[in-house]
């Protein structure tokens, strides 16, 4: 059974996730949710940082609007995610060395692209484009991508470790 506290952490860090996600919403490729989520799934594993996935990408529809395929999306993708950083974060112990950052770096930009990948794949079911659509849909993504590589690259680089600190002063279970 969750504690209170555990579960006033998970909420807290949901409406951060969201809060963060809508401050930053007018500026295309701009974003800090990928290192927010990522270094909370790396430090409280592949069960919480489902959780904080799920209700992160059911609640921000609250704001950003009820769409199929992004709700699709996000619960692919943060989910995703989750795992994908859960599992890093315990076979790292949920220790970094420069190295390892390396390896988180490299997962967060492999995940960005495929994000834009995920987002254009399913517009293409949910919409019913022709190929010649996707492809001007792809492209038009690369301008929004290619920003929010370079974001990703430089917040997971500079606020990971930061971040994995601040999460040590939490104690859970």
Known sequence: MKTAKEIAVMGVFVALLIGGQFVLSGIQGIEVVT?????F???FGLKRGIIVATAFSLLRCFIFGFF???ITLYLVY???IAVVFG???KA???LLSIKKLIVVIS???????????LDVGLTWVFYGLTENA?????IASMPTLITQLICVMVTVALLFIPLLKVYKTIKLN
């Open 35 to 39: 290192v927010l989520i990522t270094s």
């Open 41 to 43: 799934c790396f430090y």
């Open 68 to 70: 199929p395929q992004v």
């Open 78 to 80: 943060y989910n995703l």
């Open 87 to 89: 599992l890093i974060g």
């Open 92 to 94: 790292f112990k949920k």
């Open 107 to 117: 997962a967060t930009l492999f995940s960005t692209a495929l994000f834009t990948v």
């Open 134 to 138: 996707v492809k001007v849909y792809f």
